[in-house]
T-cell receptor
Framework: ETGVTQSPTHLIKTRGQQVTLRCSSQSGHNTVSWYQQALGQGPQFIFQ???????GRGNFPPRFSGLQFPNYSSELNVNALELDDSALYLC???????????FGPGTRLTVL | AQSVTQLGSHVSVSEGALVLLRCNYS??????LFWYVQYPNQGLQLLLK??????LVKGINGFEAEFKKSETSFHLTKPSAHMSDAAEYFCAVSRNTGTASKLTFGTGTRLQVTL
């Protein structure tokens, strides 16, 4: 059984650019959640996707958007990057009838 | 709304000593509660979870936590600390809906284990 994978591992962008982060969910999981973890903080919920539809969103602006594909993998897109977007972005997957979320290793985004 | 408060951003214990990491929650509905561990430059690993079954929950690596509704607490303990326990620990709460819902995390407690 393959766990949750994320790519890339690290990314450096400049302010104003756009970025796409990718997540492959664990086998058998159809729900993906994204979290932002700033340095020294706990993860903050960005949004969740279930069966290719957004299923809940945290307090993040519209320039944070996502997609889920038929194979349940997911993308997180961030437009007009700001310095405060520098963080570890975590993806978590679960099956719809389960309450346990399995986390990937994260993507470290640095905005200069 | 749900929230979690972790008391103590840093905790230091000697190897072999008791580990106690504190977590208090606030929830308007019956909660699910979780403890996750994060090692440097890694994602989160689930230690244990409370989902309205037994109030004393046993997890991996010898950790356990007790759900106390009257105190709105879910403290994490381990009888004897090991050097490999040094990491960041996060308490999290979600809604008790039976399905995956968003996790609300605390700010974390960094556990240091000394010889």
């Amino acid at each position: 059984e393959t766990g949750v994978t994320q790519s890339p591992t690290h990314l450096i962008k400049t302010r104003g650019q756009q970025v796409t982060l990718r997540c492959s969910s664990q086998s058998g999981h159809n729900t993906v959640s994204w979290y932002q973890q700033a340095l020294g903080q706990g993860p903050q919920f960005i949004f969740q996707y279930y069966r290719e539809e957004e299923n809940g969103r945290g307090n993040f602006p519209p320039r944070f958007s996502g997609l889920q594909f038929p194979n349940y993998s997911s993308e997180l897109n961030v437009n007009a990057l700001e310095l405060d977007d520098s963080a570890l972005y975590l993806c978590a997957s679960t099956s719809a009838n389960d309450n346990e979320q399995f986390f990937g290793p994260g993507t470290r985004l640095t905005v200069l | 709304a749900q929230s979690v408060t972790q008391l103590g951003s840093h905790v230091s214990v000697s190897e072999g000593a008791l580990v106690l990491l504190r977590c208090n929650y606030s929830s308007s509905v019956p909660p699910y509660l979780f403890w996750y561990v994060q090692y440097p430059n890694q994602g989160l690993q689930l230690l244990l979870k409370y989902t309205s079954a037994a109030t004393l929950v046993k997890g991996i690596n010898g950790f356990e936590a007790e759900f106390k509704k009257s105190e709105t607490s879910f403290h994490l303990t381990k009888p004897s600390a090991h050097m490999s326990d040094a990491a960041e620990y996060f308490c999290a709460v979600s809604r008790n809906t039976g399905t995956a819902s968003k996790l609300t995390f605390g700010t974390g407690t960094r556990l240091q284990v000394t010889l």
